[in-house]
């Protein structure tokens, strides 16, 4: 039969599975903010509930707006930011919204993190390192929203992205800590005060690595069109 007269067939509709891939990326932020997040449910649960003070907790009852503002900022940047990974969402206007959302909380969970190192009481297991890891790490994550929120101001979509994304991977910290704490504290034991240290900071230090994996990824990968200064970037301001 001639090509020309054979009744054109429907082209299949994108299944359901070809769109999951995108989404693996935010269940999968999500999963790491679940343990951090019910911790932070019950210490609000504690504080609203009047529970037993104790000394693990009393520095949370002496001074409660710090934590109460760390566990509603962390959690608001961590969940409506883990969606900001989703590309579809990144191509509406969702994504410039949410993003008016994510960055104060981010603001305020940084800010109040670095108010707690600073000013209350260490715990039993954490010493000075501790507190000054957390310390940079709290002002290097509202620098990072600063950049970005500097960066998109002036339409540079590629360096806010790097930046964001940076400030995530710091703010994610207590999920991936879950990883590396609990494994230990079952097969070793409570750690002491400088396994603590080492196992919070690997955490931290595991986020930053594939935050600059994912941001170099997305370079190579085109994401944001060439790079100011390459060639084709070059060719297309003279064309």
């Not at 520095?59 to 969940?79: K, M």
């Not at 990072?144 to 590629?158: K, T």
């Not at 994610?172 to 603590?196: I, K, N």
């Not at 080492?198 to 595991?206: D, N, R």
């Amino acid at each position: 039969m001639d090509a020309s007269l054979r009744t054109p067939q429907p082209t299949a509709a994108p299944s359901r599975r070809s769109r999951r891939p995108e989404w693996l990326a935010p269940a999968g932020l999500i999963a790491l903010t679940l343990v951090p997040m019910a911790a932070g449910t019950s210490r609000l649960a504690q504080l609203g509930s009047g529970a037993q003070v104790t000394a693990e907790n009393a520095r949370f009852f002496d001074s409660p707006v710090p934590v109460i503002a760390h566990i509603i900022g962390s959690t608001v940047f961590l969940l409506v930011g883990a969606l900001q990974f989703a590309p579809s969402l990144r191509r509406r206007r969702w994504h410039r919204l949410a993003g008016r959302v994510v960055a104060p909380a981010g603001l305020v969970s940084a800010a109040s993190g670095l108010w707690m190192a600073v000013a209350y009481d260490l715990p039993s297991n954490s010493g000075l390192a501790l507190m000054l890891i957390r310390i940079v790490l709290a002002t290097a994550m509202a620098a990072a929203i600063v950049f970005a929120f500097l960066s998109i101001r002036r339409g540079d979509v590629r360096t806010h992205s790097a930046w964001m994304t940076r400030a995530y991977a710091i703010g994610l910290g207590a999920g991936t800590q879950v990883l590396t704490v609990l494994p230990w504290a079952l097969l070793v034991g409570e750690p002491d005060e400088f396994a603590y240290t080492a196992l919070m900071a690997l955490g931290w230090a595991i986020n930053l690595a594939v935050a600059e994996v994912v941001i170099r990824r997305r370079d190579r990968s085109g994401m944001f069109g060439p790079r100011p200064g390459t060639t084709a970037t070059a060719t297309a301001r003279t064309s």
